[in-house]
């Protein structure tokens, strides 16, 4: 399963900032991110390890062999005397002796202990993948956010533009009628003071906008210098009931997933342990060569050479109760398990309740908000046109801009929270990485 998701990142597109200044759909913004980013290649490298380690040779079922040589030679002053009644007495005796062999040890029984350390291993690299994906999900989530919090800030300054137009308008209207003697230099100044208020903000925005598009750069970690652009609106999806959301958290968060594969880790240790209690049986074999040349002595020369099996048990009786401690330990931390997953269940279960709470009110605002800026927009385009006409003046334009202005950023804080609260739902149920 990591191996064909590692897969489907490697074929993501290479060229997504083809052009500068191009716009970036949020599907391609985080398919290049999932390729570059660097804490999720940790985290594939991560797991890469895991699935390397999750062998039968580590898990201890294979055999160990080994080839030993060893020679030395010798030159002694040899004096011996023997029961027959000769003897030898010699200087500057030469000697030497030369082994090799290669040696075999293979253990068919060790309490179990390979099996349980097998399991442990194969644990671990799901574990790994569990990682993987949590990695997978924040990164997502980040890039989410920001993403729409470009969005929201592209919306904001296209609220200001608009507002900016008006008061453009209000300029023109102002100086026409200064001309034809019906104004008067209040309504002017005043005018162009809004004009400017509000393009010192739009330049805070565009600001905000660029520190945006700069972290968002960074997470997906593609060059600095690159200019570009996203879609304009925002995109929600469908949240379904607080009993479904229940269900699929506790199916498929993948904290969730992480914790209880931790109770079963601990398990296998347990095991592991236990089998420190059951006797090891191990096969022996070797295939020897040994050569011994003495130049004085009884035997002058001494050659082997074959093959040598045998069978060998062991069987630990006391240990200073090492194995009955480390016992205790493991049962403990076998309950600790169990309690970070209990804990870690219901942690996210109050997030959901609260997440779906906030994404029940974050829908109502947009919906309302949605409606408000129907009626801000009527009534700023009917006072401009009044004002057009010689029919307003500058207080009521002026009220009818700053509900104007309300609107646009109720609206917009509202779609970005609704995102945000959907998003966190997305997460919880394992569906964001989908």
């Given at each position: 399963?990591?191996?064909?998701?590692?897969f489907i990142l490697f074929?993501?597109?290479?060229?997504v900032?083809a052009?500068?200044?191009?716009?970036?759909?949020?599907?391609?913004?985080?398919?290049?991110?999932?390729?570059?980013?660097f804490?999720?290649?940790?985290?594939?490298n991560n797991?890469?390890?895991?699935?390397?380690?999750?062998?039968?040779g580590?898990?201890?079922f294979?055999?160990?062999?080994?080839i030993?040589?060893s020679?030395?030679?010798?030159?002694?002053?040899?004096?011996?005397?023997?029961?027959?009644?000769?003897?030898?007495?010699?200087?500057?005796?030469?000697?030497?002796n030369?082994?090799?062999?290669?040696?075999?040890a293979?253990?068919?029984?060790d309490?179990?202990?390979?099996?349980?350390t097998?399991?442990?291993?194969n644990?671990?690299?799901?574990?790994?993948?569990?990682?993987?994906?949590?990695?997978?999900?924040?990164t997502?989530?980040n890039?989410?956010?920001?993403?729409?919090?470009?969005?929201k800030?592209?919306?904001?300054?296209?609220g200001?533009?608009?507002s900016?137009a008006?008061s453009?308008?209000?300029?023109?209207?102002a100086?026409?009628?200064?001309?034809?003697?019906?104004g008067?230099?209040?309504?002017?100044?005043?005018?162009?003071?809004?004009?400017?208020?509000q393009?010192?903000?739009?330049?805070?925005?565009?600001?905000?906008?660029n520190e945006?598009?700069?972290?968002?750069l960074?997470?997906?970690?593609?060059?600095?210098?690159?200019?570009?652009?996203?879609?304009?609106?925002?995109?929600?999806?469908?949240?379904?009931?607080m009993e479904s959301?229940?269900?699929?958290?506790?199916?498929?968060?993948?904290s969730?997933?992480?914790?209880?594969k931790?109770?079963?880790?601990?398990?296998?240790n347990?095991?592991?342990?236990?089998?420190?209690?059951?006797?090891?049986?191990?096969i022996n074999?070797?295939?020897?060569?040994?050569r011994s040349?003495?130049?004085?002595?009884?035997?002058?020369?001494?050659?082997?050479?074959?093959?040598?099996?045998g069978?060998?048990?062991s069987w630990?009786?006391?240990?200073?109760?090492?194995?009955?401690?480390?016992?205790k330990?493991?049962s403990?931390q076998?309950?600790?398990?169990?309690?970070?997953?209990?804990?870690?269940?219901?942690?996210?279960?109050?997030?959901?309740d609260?997440?779906f709470m906030?994404?029940?009110?974050?829908k109502e605002?947009?919906?309302?908000?949605?409606?408000?800026i129907k009626?801000?927009d009527?009534s700023l385009?009917?006072?401009?046109?009044?004002?057009?006409?010689?029919?307003?003046?500058?207080l009521?334009?002026?009220?009818?801009?700053n509900?104007?202005?309300?609107a646009?950023?109720?609206?917009?804080?509202?779609?970005?929270?609704?995102?945000?609260?959907?998003?966190?739902?997305?997460?919880?149920?394992?569906?964001?990485?989908?």
């Amino acid at each position: 399963m990591l191996k064909k998701m590692f897969f489907i990142l490697f074929l993501m597109p290479f060229s997504v900032f083809a052009q500068n200044g191009e716009i970036i759909s949020y599907r391609e913004m985080v398919e290049l991110t999932l390729k570059n980013n660097f804490d999720l290649l940790v985290a594939k490298n991560n797991a890469t390890i895991s699935i390397m380690q999750n062998n039968y040779g580590n898990a201890g079922f294979l055999p160990k062999m080994d080839i030993v040589a060893s020679g030395n030679i010798a030159n002694n002053n040899t004096h011996q005397e023997f029961s027959s009644g000769t003897g030898v007495d010699k200087n500057n005796v030469h000697s030497n002796n030369l082994s090799t062999g290669a040696y075999l040890a293979w253990t068919i029984f060790d309490g179990f202990k390979m099996f349980a350390t097998k399991e442990r291993l194969n644990l671990l690299e799901q574990q790994g993948e569990l990682n993987f994906k949590i990695q997978l999900e924040n990164t997502i989530e980040n890039v989410t956010l920001l993403y729409y919090q470009i969005v929201k800030q592209n919306q904001l300054i296209k609220g200001i533009q608009a507002s900016m137009a008006v008061s453009d308008e209000r300029i023109k209207v102002a100086e026409t009628r200064i001309k034809v003697g019906s104004g008067s230099n209040v309504e002017l100044l005043q005018a162009k003071l809004d004009f400017n208020a509000q393009k010192s903000n739009l330049i805070s925005q565009r600001n905000t906008l660029n520190e945006y598009k700069s972290q968002l750069l960074v997470l997906a970690k593609a060059e600095s210098s690159i200019r570009f652009s996203v879609d304009s609106s925002f995109v929600f999806d469908d949240i379904q009931s607080m009993e479904s959301i229940k269900e699929k958290i506790d199916r498929d968060n993948n904290s969730i997933l992480f914790a209880r594969k931790n109770i079963l880790v601990s398990k296998q240790n347990i095991k592991i342990i236990k089998s420190q209690t059951l006797p090891t049986v191990t096969i022996n074999s070797n295939y020897l060569f040994g050569r011994s040349e003495n130049g004085a002595g009884l035997i002058l020369l001494n050659r082997n050479l074959g093959f040598n099996a045998g069978l060998s048990a062991s069987w630990n009786i006391f240990n200073g109760s090492l194995t009955r401690t480390q016992l205790k330990v493991a049962s403990i931390q076998l309950q600790n398990s169990s309690l970070n997953e209990t804990y870690t269940k219901l942690h996210l279960f109050s997030n959901a309740d609260m997440a779906f709470m906030r994404w029940q009110g974050d829908k109502e605002l947009v919906d309302l908000e949605e409606e408000n800026i129907k009626l801000a927009d009527q009534s700023l385009h009917i006072t401009t046109e009044r004002l057009k006409l010689g029919l307003g003046n500058y207080l009521e334009i002026k009220e009818s801009q700053n509900s104007y202005e309300a609107a646009v950023t109720r609206l917009v804080n509202a779609r970005y929270n609704l995102k945000v609260s959907e998003t966190t739902l997305k997460k919880l149920t394992g569906e964001l990485v989908k």
